[in-house]
């Protein structure tokens, strides 16, 4: 576990300084417990385990609670944290062999707390997740979307006989949710528009120039302006709460040594060891794979040069030219698939602002060139898709030949 | 969500007034039982999706009108502006000076690319004027010339041009006995193409209104506007704005995409159907009084018998018990079989809305093997009354329906053809042979899925 060792602190004040770490740090959390469950949680007490699973559930869950996540059984919400701390490496065999009821093992999830906590910037990711936004944001990429799959869906029942009609609905349903979606979003295009037109010169932010929907409401609904005011007074409190966490925190670390010596031992420092041995043998048969791919792309590639031969200066020109071809097309596809289309600015949401037409701007990325990239990442994945397709045909041709007196009559499509 | 309606030729150009002019008349009615401000709320949904606003007050609709002859697009816009309720926009009609004789492969072939830049042009302008379109309506007759030909066409440059939105094309089913005689070979060239570049082919039948007229509404001598009418209400009543989920006082911003999302997302499965309960003459509504018991119960029957009205329906066809297969392979001796649903949208309208009881639409006999009704069966509801009804329901069917009425014209088509009968009327414009047996082949391949539910 890292942390930083500094000052010892003084007995009194250490009775007192724990609760109130613990308090700050449940204060930042969404979903924290009390400081008496943490205390519970070191005795592994059952009755902690609930809270903690729940707890655990909301930290490692990607993106914003919705209705359907927070309606989860908590038999659902163990199972997925398991799997969630899983997927992050978490070594301990102990949490993973918990029953799914989530009855026990408080200890073993205060100890998996912790280390989330000590392996990254887990708070400021979770404040930066429920982050007050005031304008209308809108995506440049996808990486959000991508890295988070969402929670695994619920089993697919007997895996016995599947109707393709059935597919064929589904499918079918999926592109037609694809099609509206298309056409909500260029409708709450055009009302975005609208608003920020209509709102020119409002804002008290020259650069920004015109209001966000939040900030119209602000004005035309004075509930929603209490309601906003509130939600920027409890993201204050968390905020407030972790930077307390984060002069506490000393206290916190010390208070797990305990608890982490009062586990079992079947923890952290013995599993490296066997691992370790069982990879030599690995490690040495990829080597030994490798110099024999790399004796084999010789030979072939001997064998080609040969054929090939000497056809005179005109083909080695071609092949110059060939070799130019295909660097570039490797080149933009490179280029295609770096995270955000080729864009040097970082991810996430960005704000709208709309400004006149010649004006110079403010920072942040214009709207022509996130169009470019993303028309560039189209155009790449346009050609994928019509060699898939391409390929599904090739398929379908072969199968119609194996089969004679077959008659294949291809559906109404184009 | 703003939804862009294209009216094309006699049948399309005459509907579509009528249903501009019901979904007026019903958000602009005053007794919607309901709040001042729910029903303003209904009003402005209903506007922003099917009318634009103009300087001077009068919403115009947002509609394309396309005919070959200058006649009837002249009657509607004047009619329209006459009412001083609503309009046409002025420069939204694109019409010619000749007919096309209702040779399909005149109006496919040859006004068809001849015209498109034009009328792709005024569909453009119409799109441009919404701050964000869910979708287009087609409106168009199957069997008849310009209308079915020319909205195959334009359907395709629909499909081209707006890949991602979603395309409806509102059909005419022509008269059993039709007076065009070459009425079975343009159904089936329309509908096989629409099949290919519609997201959805929602189909009212001629017989079948003609019916509801004489029997329901006891008019004497029916006119086409008197038929057109009780179609544009059946339109309505699906289309008019509707909560946007259980428990949300919200209105839908796109009911196109979400009844596509829950109807037709199978791509050999986009036949839909209509029908609406209760429907009669102004006269008898003041009269009757009605319980949302009654009015499903009725309303499921239709489903399982396939009746196009409440009235007459047969109430001997029962859902078939579990285990057992369903009596529903077509078979000519057969007179009486159930319809199993693929996917039904039931939609609620009036009082007391929130105490309807839909537990008889989710039973799974309803519905074919591999779909379960939790996917299969979706309702809409509103508080708000539509048209002067106190309580309405209207279901959109996936079902096996249109199954016979297909047969019977693909029969029939095919018959003629295998005697070559008229087929040089299309060959000279560039509609081969190939086409023909194309278009049968697509067809016979929905009635055999259709039918293996």
């Not at chain 1, 697919?156 to 298309?182: P, S």
């Not at chain 1, 260029?186 to 920020?196: D, M, R, S, T």
């Not at chain 2, 809305?353 to 809409?380: I, M």
Request: proline share 6%.
């Amino acid at each position: 576990m890292g942390r930083r060792r500094r000052c010892r602190v003084g007995p009194d004040e250490a009775t007192r300084a724990l609760p109130e770490a613990i308090a700050a740090l449940s204060r930042t959390l969404p979903a924290g417990p009390s400081p008496e469950t943490f205390r519970r949680a070191k005795f592994d007490c059952p009755e902690a385990a609930p809270a903690l699973w729940r707890l655990l559930f909301r930290v490692l869950s990607p993106g914003p609670p919705d209705g359907a996540s927070a309606s989860l059984s908590l038999e659902a919400q163990a199972r997925s944290v398991k799997s969630a701390l899983r997927s992050q490496g978490y070594p301990s065999q102990a949490l993973a062999q918990l029953p799914d009821n989530g009855s026990q093992g408080s200890r073993q999830l205060l100890l998996a707390l912790a280390w989330l906590l000590a392996r990254g910037p887990l708070l400021e990711q979770l404040l930066a997740q429920s982050r007050v936004r005031l304008g209308d944001e809108m995506p440049v990429c996808e990486c959000e979307a991508l890295a988070s799959p969402g929670p695994p869906a619920p089993g697919m029942g007997e895996a016995g006989h599947v109707d393709i009609r059935h597919l064929q609905w589904l499918m079918g349903k999926l592109r037609f949710r694809w099609r509206n979606l298309m056409a909500s979003q260029q409708e709450q295009c055009a009302l975005l528009g609208q608003i920020h037109l209509y709102t020119r010169g409002c804002h008290s932010d020259r650069s920004l120039g015109h209001l966000s929907v939040t900030e119209t409401e602000l004005l035309r609904d004075p509930e929603g302006g209490r309601q906003l005011l509130r939600r920027l007074e409890s993201e204050n409190a968390r905020l407030e709460a972790a930077l307390e966490w984060r002069r506490r925190e000393q206290v916190f670390w010390q208070w797990m040594d305990t608890v982490l010596g009062a586990s079992q031992p079947t923890f952290l420092p013995r599993s490296p060891e066997p691992g370790a041995r069982e990879l030599e043998p690995v490690a040495r048969e990829l080597q030994a794979l490798w110099e024999q791919l790399q004796e084999a792309v010789e030979a072939r590639r001997a064998a080609w040069e040969a054929r090939v031969g000497d056809r005179g200066p005109a083909w080695s020109a071609a092949r110059r030219a060939l070799d130019e071809v295909v660097g570039q097309d490797l080149a933009a596809l490179q280029r295609a698939w770096e995270p955000g289309g080729g864009l040097t600015q970082p991810h996430g949401p960005r704000r709208l602002v709309r400004t006149e037409a010649g004006a110079p701007g403010g920072p942040g990325l214009r709207a022509p060139e996130v169009i470019e990239a993303l028309r560039t990442q189209e155009a790449h994945l346009e050609v994928v898709l019509r060699q898939l397709q391409g390929h599904c045909r090739q398929e379908l041709a072969r199968l119609a030949r194996a089969l004679p007196g077959l008659i294949w009559i291809p559906p109404p499509g184009r | 969500m703003s939804i862009v309606t294209v009216q094309l030729g006699q049948c399309g150009n005459q509907i579509g007034f009528e249903v501009f002019d019901a979904l007026f008349s019903d958000s602009h009615c005053p007794q919607g039982l309901c709040s001042k401000r729910e029903n303003e709320a209904y009003q402005a949904s209903c506007k922003e999706r099917f009318f634009s606003e103009e300087e001077n007050g009068v919403p115009i609709a947002r509609a394309v009108l396309v005919d070959m002859e200058p006649k009837v697009i002249n009657q509607t816009l004047s009619k329209a502006a006459h009412s001083g309720r609503w309009k046409y926009g002025q420069h939204s009609c694109f019409c010619q000076k000749q007919g096309s004789g209702n040779n399909w492969a005149y109006g496919y072939s040859v006004h068809g690319p001849r015209h498109k830049e034009s009328i792709m042009d005024l569909i453009q302008k119409e799109v441009e004027k919404c701050d964000s379109l869910s979708g287009f309506f087609i409106i168009m007759s199957m069997a008849g010339g310009t209308g079915s030909g020319l909205g195959a066409f334009v359907t395709q440059n629909l499909e081209d041009q707006y890949s991602n939105s979603l395309k409806m094309n509102q059909i005419i089913w022509p008269y059993g006995t039709g007076e065009v005689i070459v009425q079975n070979y343009n159904s089936i060239l329309t509908l096989s193409r629409l099949y290919r570049s519609s997201d959805a082919l929602l189909v009212h039948e001629n017989d079948a209104v003609h019916k509801i007229c004489a029997k329901l509404m006891n008019i004497k001598q029916i006119s086409f506007r008197d038929i057109n009418q009780v179609l544009a209400h059946q339109l309505g009543s699906v289309f008019q704005p509707t909560y946007s989920g259980e428990g949300s006082w919200h209105y839908r911003r796109n009911p196109l995409g979400d009844l596509m999302e829950n109807l037709v997302p199978h791509p050999e499965f986009k036949m839909l159907g209509v029908r609406n309960i209760p429907q009669m003459s102004e006269n008898s509504l003041a009269y009757s009084t009605f319980t949302w018991a009654g009015l499903l119960k009725h309303l499921r029957q239709m489903l399982i018998s396939n009746a196009k009205m409440e009235e007459g329906i047969d109430w001997q066809i029962r859902p078939p018990l579990s285990g057992l297969p369903a009596l529903s392979k077509m078979s000519t001796n057969k007179e009486f079989h159930f319809n199993t649903s693929i996917a039904n949208l039931v939609i609620l309208r009036g009082k007391d809305v929130h105490n309807a009881d839909l537990g008889a639409f989710k039973d799974p006999a309803l519905y074919t093997s591999w779909l379960e009704p939790v996917h299969a069966f979706n309702v809409w509801k509103t508080q708000r009354a539509f048209s002067k009804y106190e309580k309405s329901a209207a279901l959109v069917s996936n079902s096996q329906f249109l199954v016979k009425p297909l047969d019977v014209i693909v029969g029939k088509a095919w018959n003629m053809f295998a005697s070559k009968a008229y087929i040089h009327q299309y060959t000279k414009y560039g509609i081969e042979e190939e086409d023909f047996l194309e278009s049968f082949t697509l067809l016979e391949q929905v009635i055999a899925s259709y039918c293996n539910l």
